[in-house]
T-cell receptor, first 110, second 114 residues
Framework: AQRVTQPEKLLSVFKGAPVELKCNYS??????LFWYVQYSRQRLQLLLR??SRESIKGFTADLNKGETSFHLKKPFAQEEDSAMYYC????????????FGQGTTLQVKP | ETGVTQSPTHLIKTRGQQVTLRCSSQ?????VSWYQQALGQGPQFIFQ???????GRGNFPPRFSGLQFPNYSSELNVNALELDDSALYLC?????????????FGEGSRLTVL
């Protein structure tokens, strides 16, 4: 079965500290993985996708097929990073179907 | 460029009633998908519409149905409402053949079933 697990509901760090939001997945085949973010009073939006190997707002995520993980990392957290983060997996052959994890609230304290 | 818009933003229904939620896709997007987000959970895929036909469905009963219109806007209909249908319903649109998988979400319609 296709599943995305985000083990932490809440991650609280101080400004300037490193951040790692964990995401594990279950999928048979070659997965496509994404991180979506929802800032306060804003709509859900794409942060980054694994195929692009990009760094967005200082965040990176590496797909580890051996550990079936796609953790989101940032070396130095900023207060504006406080938001809800969702890891998502794209189902095979269907562009609109994303399987989301339960989400992790990142709280960056001053 | 107009983003995804949904209506109504909030509504309250009673058990057994029917509800229709509406979504206008982002300009140039012809694929619309619907998600249900219960409190404290991630969005869960309901179904997707492409060229006015259902093109993929999640694990939801037939009383969840939809439509897509020639202008790519969409409706989600839920019949025989149950208490567990209380949730935020999100609409998302994407561009044709959007291989990167990026979805553009609306702000959602919050449904409360009493």
């Amino acid at each position: 079965a296709q599943r995305v697990t985000q083990p932490e509901k809440l991650l609280s760090v101080f400004k300037g500290a490193p951040v790692e939001l964990k995401c594990n997945y279950s999928y048979s085949g070659s997965p496509e993985l994404f991180w979506y973010v929802q800032y306060s009073r804003q709509r859900l939006q794409l942060l980054l996708r694994h195929i692009s190997r990009e760094s967005i707002k200082g965040f990176t995520a590496d797909l580890n097929k051996g550990e079936t993980s796609f953790h989101l990392k940032k070396p130095f957290a900023q207060e504006e990073d406080s938001a809800m983060y969702y890891c998502a997996l794209r189902g095979s052959g269907n562009t609109g179907k994303l399987i989301f994890g339960q989400g992790t609230t990142l709280q960056v304290k001053p | 460029e107009t983003g995804v818009t949904q209506s109504p933003t909030h509504l309250i229904k009673t058990r057994g009633q029917q509800v229709t939620l509406r979504c206008s896709s982002q300009s140039g997007h012809n694929t619309v998908s619907w998600y249900q987000q219960a409190l404290g959970q991630g969005p869960q895929f309901i179904f997707q519409y492409y060229r006015e036909e259902e093109n993929g469905r999640g694990n939801f009963p037939p009383r969840f149905s939809g439509l897509q219109f020639p202008n790519y806007s969409s409706e989600l209909n839920v019949n025989a409402l149950e208490l567990d249908d209380s949730a935020l319903y999100l609409c998302a649109s994407s561009t044709p053949g959007h291989l990167t998988g990026e979805l553009f979400f609306g702000e959602g319609s919050r449904l409360t079933v009493l």
